[in-house]
């Protein structure tokens, strides 16, 4: 018996990927990804700070809960990027 409880893996047999911009850096992305996971993968760990201490904030729940990873994509501002599935040639610009 196998455990079917895991996560699905990445398919990489065949679909080479594409890029999305973050503050003008092109960044490599897998099929599937969120923004917020091509991020992290590209060595990204933080894009915002706290509003009144300038505390680095990033990825931290990573399932939508906490708010810290809010970022722009495509001019839609205050999305969070451990949410939003990352597509071709997106532009996210962060705060």
Same mark, same amino acid.
């Given at each position: ?52 201490? =300038?505390? &680095?904030?990033?990825?931290? /729940? ?5 708010? $810290?990873?809010? +970022? #722009?994509?495509? =001019?839609? &501002?205050?999305?969070?990027? /451990? ?5 071709? $040639?997106?532009? +996210? #610009?962060?705060?």
């Amino acid at each position: 018996m196998t455990d079917e409880t895991g996560p699905a893996p990445l398919d990489r047999t065949g679909d080479a990927g594409f890029h999305l911009t973050v503050d003008g850096r092109r960044i490599p992305v897998e099929p599937g990804q969120t923004v917020g996971a091509a991020m992290l993968a590209a060595g990204i760990r933080s894009w915002r700070t706290t509003r009144f201490a =300038g505390r &680095p904030r990033g990825l931290f /729940c990573g399932i939508g809960v906490c708010f $810290d990873c809010l +970022v #722009t994509v495509d =001019g839609t &501002p205050s999305l969070r990027a /451990c949410l939003v599935t990352a597509r071709p $040639d997106d532009e +996210v #610009t962060t705060s």
